[in-house]
């Protein structure tokens, strides 16, 4: 497709499970984001790729956080040991270059029970 | 407090209205500044970006006060499809395009 794909769209995760989230980016965009969404609020950064690079990794929240983009194109976030308070739509986006548009997935809702 | 701010609303305004949202922002080394439109339960989409001279874009004004460190949103003769959240986002210089965002404002249209 000529989005930014995520999947799964949805994931219900028991409290201490781990969880893993794939973003596709539109081929060829260098730039990758993650951010968490959490009800009534707006994203907040998580970390940002460059290539298979991870520059900016200042929003993780904690070190159960973790994410890789190994080749340079597919990202997983990965969380591990989930915490109800992860319970959050997570959002991928890509871009091309540095003065474009970023465009976003539709986004993994994630409920952790 | 939150380096991006937004009154989360809800505005809940009349067909033809004309709303306006404020966005205020902390760092002061921000370099560029954009409005998100996001629908429940969908992904933020790009609605504008916003100069220094401010913008035009059909019913949609944007503007940035850098001494006040705010940018605005002025939507005129709204629609009913204008319902949704508005998204303020800001990036800093050499943040490699990281967006910091506000809350969001709830806009709701009525017939």
């Known amino acids: 497709g000529a989005g930014v794909s995520q999947s799964p769209r949805y994931k219900v995760a028991k409290r201490g499970q781990d969880v893993a989230l794939r973003c596709d980016p539109i081929s060829g965009h260098v730039s990758l984001f993650w951010y968490q969404q959490a009800l009534g609020q707006g994203p907040e950064f998580l970390t940002y790729f460059q290539n298979e690079a991870q520059l900016d990794k200042s929003g993780l929240p904690s070190d159960r956080f973790f994410a890789e983009r190994p080749e340079g194109s597919v990202s997983t976030l990965k969380i591990q040991r989930t915490q109800q308070e992860d319970s959050a739509v997570y959002l991928c986006a890509s871009r091309g270059g540095t003065l474009t548009e970023a465009f976003f997935g539709q986004g993994t809702r994630l409920t952790v029970v | 407090r939150k380096e991006v701010e937004q009154d989360p609303g809800p505005f809940n305004v009349p067909e033809g209205a004309t709303v306006a949202f404020n966005c205020t922002y902390s760092?002061?080394?921000?370099?560029?500044f954009f409005w998100y439109r996001q629908d429940c339960r969908k992904e933020p989409k790009l609605l504008m970006s916003?100069?220094?001279s401010g913008n035009e874009d059909g019913r949609f004004t944007a503007q940035l006060n850098r001494a006040s460190q705010y940018i605005s949103l002025l939507i005129r003769d709204s629609k009913l499809s204008d319902s949704a959240t508005y998204l303020c986002?800001?990036?800093?210089?050499?943040?490699?395009?990281?967006?910091?965002f506000g809350q969001g404002t709830e806009l709701s249209v009525k017939p």
């Open positions: 986002a800001v990036n800093g210089h050499n943040q490699g395009g990281k967006l910091i």
């Open positions: 916003v100069y220094s």
């Open positions: 760092n002061s080394a921000s370099q560029s």
